[in-house]
C-alpha cells in the first residue's frame, strides 16, 4: 500500500472512532434523558391526582354522612311505628283514641278543640 492509501485509512479510521465516541455519547445523553423524564412524570403524577383524591374523600365524607343521618332518620321511625305498635296490642284506649283522632269522630257531648299548625316565620 502507498503511503497515500494508508494515510487515508487512518483519516478513515480516525472519523470512524469520533464517529463511534460521539454515538456512544449520544446513546448516554438519551438514556439519561429518558431516566430524568421518567423521574419527572413519577413525581408529577402523584401531586397531580393528589386534588382529585382530596375530593373524592370529601365526597365519600358527605355521602357516610348522608347515609348515617338517613339510618337514624330510618331508626327513629322503626322505634316510633314499634312504639305505636306495642300501644296497640296493650292498650285498646289507644287503639280508640288513634282511629277518633284519624277519622275526626267525637262522642256526644264531647268537645273537640282543633289547633292549627304551627308555621314558622309566619306571625
Same mark, same amino acid.
Given at each position: 500500500m502507498s503511503r497515500k492509501e494508508t494515510d487515508k485509512l487512518r483519516k478513515l479510521? +480516525?472519523?470512524?472512532?469520533?464517529?463511534? &465516541?460521539? &454515538? !456512544?455519547?449520544? &446513546?448516554? +445523553? &438519551?438514556?439519561? !434523558?429518558?431516566?430524568?423524564l421518567v423521574i419527572a412524570l413519577c413525581a408529577i403524577l402523584?401531586?397531580?391526582?393528589?386534588?382529585?383524591?382530596?375530593?373524592?374523600?370529601?365526597?365519600?365524607?358527605s355521602y357516610n354522612t348522608v347515609w348515617q343521618e338517613k339510618l337514624r332518620i330510618a331508626a327513629e321511625a322503626k322505634d316510633s311505628a314499634d312504639r305505636e305498635h306495642r300501644a296497640i296490642q296493650q292498650d285498646p284506649r289507644y287503639?280508640?283514641?288513634? !282511629?277518633?283522632?284519624?277519622?275526626?269522630?267525637?262522642?256526644?257531648?264531647?268537645?273537640?278543640?282543633?289547633?292549627?299548625?304551627?308555621?314558622?316565620?309566619v306571625k
Amino acid at each position: 500500500m502507498s503511503r497515500k492509501e494508508t494515510d487515508k485509512l487512518r483519516k478513515l479510521y +480516525v472519523r470512524h472512532q469520533r464517529l463511534r &465516541n460521539r &454515538n !456512544a455519547q449520544m &446513546n448516554t +445523553v &438519551n438514556r439519561l !434523558a429518558f431516566c430524568l423524564l421518567v423521574i419527572a412524570l413519577c413525581a408529577i403524577l402523584p401531586v397531580t391526582a393528589l386534588p382529585s383524591l382530596s375530593q373524592s374523600d370529601e365526597l365519600e365524607e358527605s355521602y357516610n354522612t348522608v347515609w348515617q343521618e338517613k339510618l337514624r332518620i330510618a331508626a327513629e321511625a322503626k322505634d316510633s311505628a314499634d312504639r305505636e305498635h306495642r300501644a296497640i296490642q296493650q292498650d285498646p284506649r289507644y287503639l280508640e283514641i288513634k !282511629a277518633r283522632e284519624r277519622l275526626k269522630w267525637s262522642k256526644p257531648g264531647e268537645r273537640i278543640l282543633v289547633f292549627p299548625e304551627y308555621v314558622s316565620g309566619v306571625k
